[in-house]
């Protein structure tokens, strides 16, 4: 199993990027995909969520608006838009996979990629 992180760096404030994780060695499109953010000294927080198709999205109240997570199960991977960067915006951003099945959850991690908000 691997869900490799991609797209993170250094941003200005008010600036955009789009993280990619791509994912590979389990039935993609039977988990539902997600995104957390951890700053330094700080927990693991959920940034976004997305559905088995898509449809069905959450969002931390901290980026409603601004993010937007996608999924494309043709590619096996999972997608976040981040729009108009704050500073607090700055953390490891780590993809994660999760199955529930007989109420017991089944979760892969990536490693994280680094987003940095700073002029």
């Known amino acids: 199993v691997q869900l490799v992180e991609s797209g993170g760096g250094l941003v200005q404030p008010g600036g955009s990027l789009r993280l990619s994780c791509a994912t590979s060695?389990?039935?993609?499109?039977?988990?539902?995909m997600s995104w957390y953010r951890q700053a330094p000294g700080k927990e693991r927080e959920l940034v976004a969520a997305?559905?088995?198709?898509?449809?069905?999205?959450n969002y931390a109240n901290s980026v409603k608006g601004r993010f937007t997570i996608s999924r494309d199960n043709a590619k096996n991977t999972v997608y976040l838009q981040m729009n108009s960067l704050k500073p607090e915006d700055t953390a490891v951003y780590l993809c994660?996979?999760?199955?529930?099945?007989?109420?017991?959850?089944?979760?892969?991690w990536g490693q994280g990629t680094q987003v940095t908000v700073s002029s």
């Open positions: 060695g389990f039935t993609f499109s039977s988990y539902v």
């Open positions: 994660n996979a999760r199955r529930t099945i007989g109420g017991r959850n089944s979760d892969y």
């Open positions: 997305i559905g088995l198709v898509g449809r069905i999205t």
